[in-house]
């Protein structure tokens, strides 16, 4: 899932953007029940191949084009006097992962149908239209506004592909239910955030670092709302995390240490949990810092 040498030269990360996709569902009219929308990696894929992941990929330089400005509108920055055209690119290129991976256009600012958001990708893969050509023959433009920040993550600099992704959460639109390409992903669901974590921890799914944390931190809310309110709250600062050798009951092992672990040159913590990942087995597992 992950290739990493403590040894390798450092690549530059890439900018990299993910969503969060969630929605809510009442099982009980007095139970609400927040669902996030998962997709599974091809397991050749180069980078967190297998894993369970959120749809998301690399900033294109199509999603930097100024022609944008016209098209998308209300961006919320990362990062203090970050401008607007930067920041706008992040959150389209996180719109249109969403599109290309699970057939879901958040942002859009009229109603798109689960039938349209599945033409809209078919445009896409077809490569004749970009983004942006695909949205204005449709008469669509994006509300980037309703994309909020929850978090900042940087690949190791042990890693081999890195990337510098930030992380969006937003509501999926009514009626898209979402489907995965059968491309770069080869399955996708609507769960609980505490169901996907009880799965890996049965061993039944592959969930990285990253991706661990997030599903956490939705664990402490109920609703859609919940979510968007949490992720005021989040720091939008980078957290790096640090390759480092450990030992445990089980002997040596890999960690992947976070800002405010003790091993960390980074002294606070820039997310809520426990420090580090260590790798057991194939999984790599939240523990906190020995003693």
């Not at 009880?198 to 039944?204: I, T, V």
Request: hydrophobic content about 45%.
């Amino acid at each position: 899932m992950l290739d990493l040498d403590a040894n390798r030269s450092i690549v530059p990360p890439r900018d990299a953007a993910t969503v969060l996709l969630v929605r809510d569902r009442r099982p009980h009219p007095s139970v609400p029940r927040l669902e996030v929308f998962c997709v599974v990696r091809h397991v050749k894929s180069g980078f967190l191949g297998g894993a369970v992941v959120f749809p998301g990929g690399k900033v294109d330089d199509a999603d930097r084009h100024p022609a944008w400005g016209t098209l998308a509108h209300g961006a919320t920055p990362f990062v203090t006097g970050e401008e607007d055209a930067t920041a706008r690119a992040f959150a389209i290129a996180a719109c249109r992962e969403a599109i290309e991976e699970a057939a879901i256009l958040p942002a859009a600012t009229r109603g798109v149908t689960h039938v349209e958001a599945l033409a809209l990708r078919d445009v896409l893969a077809k490569g004749a239209l970009d983004f942006m050509a695909v949205l204005e023959a449709r008469g669509l433009s994006l509300d980037l506004a309703s994309l909020h920040p929850f978090g900042r993550w940087v690949t190791p600099v042990a890693e081999s592909r890195r990337f510098d992704t930030r992380f969006f959460l937003a509501a999926a639109p009514a009626g898209q239910e979402g489907a995965h390409d059968a491309r770069e992903t080869t399955a996708s669901f609507w769960s609980t955030p505490r169901e996907v974590l009880a799965r890996f921890d049965a061993g039944e799914l592959q969930v990285a670092p990253p991706t661990h944390r997030c599903l956490e931190l939705l664990t402490a809310v109920a609703s859609t709302e919940e979510a968007v309110a949490l992720a005021g709250r989040l720091s939008r600062e980078p957290i790096c995390p640090k390759l480092v050798q450990t030992r445990g009951h089980g002997g040596e092992s890999l960690a992947l240490v976070l800002p405010g672990d003790p091993e960390h040159e980074v002294r606070e913590a820039r997310v809520p949990g426990r420090s580090r990942f260590v790798l057991r087995g194939e999984r790599w597992l939240p523990e906190g810092a020995p003693g």
